[in-house]
């Protein structure tokens, strides 16, 4: 039939036996062909297996030859901000270079090619790295992205990079003592980026959940454009007075949160290479000072709360009082009985010290206690300093410890302290994260009457009108404050051209908002034929920053009675 390709023959055909031929042939080579494709199929799986085999073999033998954990190499930390949301820290991705040693052909060729764009490479260490059976090792970390592009057209077999994160601090040094450093592995080694890791953040590195997405921002009470504007304020006092170092701080007084503190000599925390220096030391909290007259304000204090004490009270300062072979003196001496305001604005040691002989020694020591001048201060940052005292505090140590010599103390916990005396009396903690004023209130403690606070905010005003203060007068900003002269001790013996300068200040005076602390460490005189006392030096420094930030605070100028109404209570 035409159309058909076969027709119906009988068994014993030709025909047909040619058609079961054919038919067995196409069998076997169809399963031939089945066979060579599960074949291949096989030696390909082999083939991926054996891969994926290696790359688990080298992911598991990573770490034991010095190479990082997956998990920590991608850990990320939270960005630090400031109380705006302004980023002061960050991650950013940089390249780290790598080798595998069982990789290099020649390790002196490829140092050779190396260190042509990597100079400081240390050919001993790297060949020893490279000659080693490691499966992975570190060459350079944080390499710039001109050095791994020119690496990278070296084309050194056995050589390769891996993004890492590197810690960013946009602003540099700016708030290099407060944000602190991280390591190479980015865990936070100083500062608050240590007190992060030590919030739960180093757990969540180790667990490898330390993911950027899941981070949420580290928010700081620090407000970032007052933070440049004191550290500028200080670095332009150390050249102007030419000083070895300065330091400040901005306090909430009524919640303790500290809007700025700065201490310099500092260093930059994108390139630490100095951070260790001695001179680099965070002198605000980690050093401890004899802080001179400043202390006349917590013994005039003292001595109004006390009872014994009144402000319209007199004491004879025409001689010095000499004691245990001693003489106490007054440095522009009235000769003559002053009254409590006079003692406190022309600094009378004489008088201030009389002051605290009518307290006594015990009630002197256990105010000082109160207002947490003897204790070591608590705050996020690890490097805090505990104050010195004597061992036994005799008639001697109160006297001198009265106007601020004999026992040394932190300038930041010097300024909570102040802060206790003009709020109302509550000392509240300091700290550097944000924190609401009921919060605050649940933390304080009432040390001083508020009668008394009221007193302390009168001479503190007084001393800037019309005392040894004034240069720390800012029109509209009614502010007062304290000044302190210390010398500084030499070879176990008081320096009389060494000095340790500060200025204590509120402002406004009359409803205080802040407190800032001005030291300078021995300054010397601005020009031929002047001094170099707090009141020179330590006192138009706060005038400075108190002129560029009070508005940046939200403290609004105001202009007219306010100074009057305040002293004419007390006249």
């Given at each position: 039939m035409?159309?058909?390709?076969?027709?119906?023959?009988?068994?014993?055909?030709?025909?047909?036996?040619?058609?079961?031929?054919?038919?067995?042939?196409?069998?076997?080579?169809?399963g031939r062909a089945r066979r060579r494709v599960l074949m291949t199929m096989a030696v390909f799986m082999g083939i991926y297996t054996v891969i994926g085999g290696r790359l688990a073999l080298l992911a598991m033998e990573e770490p034991r030859q010095g190479g990082p954990a997956i998990a920590r190499q991608q850990a990320s930390r939270p960005d630090i901000v400031d109380r705006n949301g302004d980023v002061m820290a960050t991650d950013i991705i940089t390249a780290s270079l790598f080798a595998e040693p069982r990789n290099i052909v020649d390790p002196d060729e490829a140092i050779e090619q190396l260190v042509t764009v990597l100079p400081d490479l240390d050919y001993?260490?790297?060949?020893?790295?490279?000659?080693?059976?490691?499966?992975?090792?570190?060459?350079?970390?944080?390499?710039?992205?001109?050095?791994?592009?020119?690496?990278?057209?070296?084309?050194?077999?056995?050589?390769?990079?891996?993004?890492?994160?590197?810690?960013?601090?946009?602003?540099?040094?700016?708030?290099?003592?407060?944000?602190?450093?991280?390591?190479?592995?980015?865990?936070?080694?100083?500062?608050?980026?240590?007190?992060?890791?030590?919030?739960?953040l180093a757990d969540l590195r180790d667990a490898g959940l330390a993911a950027a997405d899941d981070l949420a921002p580290f928010q700081l009470s620090i407000d970032q454009r007052v933070q440049h504007i004191v550290r500028d304020e200080l670095e332009d006092a150390m050249a102007r007075y030419k000083a070895i170092a300065a330091g400040a701080v901005v306090l909430d007084v009524h919640t303790g949160e500290i809007a700025a503190m700065a201490s310099l000599p500092d260093f930059n925390p994108n390139n630490p290479f100095n951070a260790n220096d001695k001179d680099r030391l965070n002198r605000m909290s980690a050093g401890v000072f004899e802080m001179g007259s400043t202390f006349k304000a917590f013994t005039t204090a003292?001595?109004?709360?006390?009872?014994?004490?009144?402000?319209?009270?007199?004491?004879?300062?025409?001689?010095?009082i000499r004691i245990a072979g001693?003489?106490?003196?007054?440095?522009?001496?009235?000769?003559?009985?002053?009254?409590?305001?006079?003692?406190?604005i022309y600094s009378s040691n004489i008088g201030t010290a009389k002051m605290a002989d009518a307290v006594g020694i015990e009630g002197h020591r256990a105010f000082l206690k109160r207002m947490g001048l003897l204790?070591?201060?608590?705050?996020?940052?690890?490097?805090?300093?505990?104050?010195?005292?004597?061992?036994?505090?005799?008639?001697?140590?109160?006297?001198t410890i009265s106007y601020g010599h004999g026992m040394s103390t932190t300038p930041l916990q010097t300024a909570v302290a102040a802060a206790a005396l003009?709020?109302?009396?509550?000392?509240?903690?300091?700290?550097?994260?944000?924190?609401?004023?009921?919060?605050?209130?649940?933390?304080?403690?009432?040390?001083?009457?508020?009668?008394?606070?009221?007193?302390m905010r009168y001479l503190f005003r007084l001393n800037v009108e019309k005392g040894s203060g004034r240069r720390a007068e800012v029109p509209g900003y009614f502010v007062g404050g304290k000044t302190g002269t210390a010398e500084k001790v030499v070879n176990g013996r008081y320096s009389s051209n060494k000095r340790f300068n500060a200025f204590l200040s509120a402002f406004p005076i009359d409803d205080p908002r802040y407190v800032v602390l001005v030291i300078i460490d021995e300054p010397k005189p601005e020009r031929e034929g002047i001094g170099a006392t707090a009141g020179m030096n330590a006192a138009p420094t706060v005038a400075n920053i108190i002129r560029r930030s009070a508005a940046l605070l939200g403290v609004k100028p105001e202009f007219g009675h306010e100074s009057e109404a305040l002293l004419a209570s007390y006249r």
């Open positions: 035409i159309g058909m390709p076969f027709t119906r023959k009988s068994a014993g055909s030709p025909s047909g036996e040619a058609r079961i031929v054919v038919q067995g042939a196409r069998k076997f080579s169809g001993e260490q790297t060949y020893r790295r490279l000659k080693s059976d490691a499966g992975f090792v570190w060459l350079k970390r944080e390499l710039t992205p001109a050095q791994k592009a020119q690496i990278h057209r070296l084309g050194i077999p056995g050589i390769g990079f891996r993004a890492e994160k590197r810690r960013f601090y946009p602003g540099g040094p700016t708030a290099a003592h407060i944000l602190g450093l991280v390591n190479i592995d980015n865990q936070g080694i100083a500062g608050i980026e240590k007190y992060i890791d030590g919030q739960g003292m001595a109004l709360d006390s009872g014994l004490v009144s402000i319209n009270d007199h004491f004879d300062a025409t001689r010095p001693f003489t106490i003196n007054d440095f522009h001496g009235k000769r003559r009985v002053l009254s409590v305001p006079e003692i406190f204790d070591r201060v608590t705050l996020e940052l690890p490097e805090v300093a505990t104050p010195t005292e004597p061992r036994e505090w005799k008639k001697l140590n109160s006297i003009l709020n109302g009396g509550k000392l509240i903690p300091p700290t550097l994260l944000p924190r609401t004023q009921q919060e605050a209130d649940s933390l304080a403690r009432q040390v001083l009457s508020e009668k008394a606070s009221q007193e």
